[in-house]
């Protein structure tokens, strides 16, 4: 006999809904600041931002998609489309033939440290200066919450 599902209660679907409608605003408002002021992604913004706090600004590109949660298609496309742009480069890595290495240029971080002022008003704008102290510290513990078992996959 089949399981029989565990629907989601009438609170349970209208948290639900409100958190993938948020979750996109915010995705999409953030988009549209990005394209507007640096004609970037959302998405190449976390990538430049992931390169900038790495070690001498370099990852193997595997590690960089694992810690953006990215498939490798879809970090190889980004790359590709950065390096057209000047803001990262890849390299083969000299201890593992089957492993590339990406930096951040100096054109990306230029473009990093030119975006993120306007960028970091924008999230504020969104997000923040929406929300109390507590209820910043609830989101953080929230998110912390549905994270935690991700961070060892």
């Known amino acids: 006999m089949a399981n029989t599902p565990r629907w989601l209660t009438n609170d349970e ?5 409100c958190f993938l ?24 913004y976390g990538i430049l931002v992931a390169l900038s706090e790495a070690p001498e600004t370099t990852l193997r590109m595997s ?3 694992r810690h953006l949660r990215y498939s490798q298609s ?10 057209r742009s000047g803001w990262a480069v890849r390299r083969n890595c000299p201890d593992d033939r089957r492993s590339q290495l990406v930096s951040i240029t100096p ?3 230029a473009v990093l440290r030119e975006t993120a002022p ?10 923040f200066d929406k929300l109390s102290d507590e209820q910043v510290e609830q989101l953080r513990t929230i998110c912390t919450t549905l994270l935690a078992d991700q961070q060892s996959s």
């Open 63 to 65: 590690d960089l998609a």
């Open 107 to 109: 054109a990306g971080t």
């Open 21 to 44: 409608l948020a979750s996109q605003l915010i995705d999409e408002t953030l988009d549209r600041q990005l394209q507007r002021d640096a004609n970037m992604p959302h998405a190449y």
């Open 74 to 83: 879809r970090m190889t496309h980004a790359i590709s489309s950065m390096e």
């Open 118 to 127: 306007g960028h970091v008003a924008e999230v504020r704008s969104v997000l």
């Open 13 to 17: 679907q209208r948290t639900w809904r």
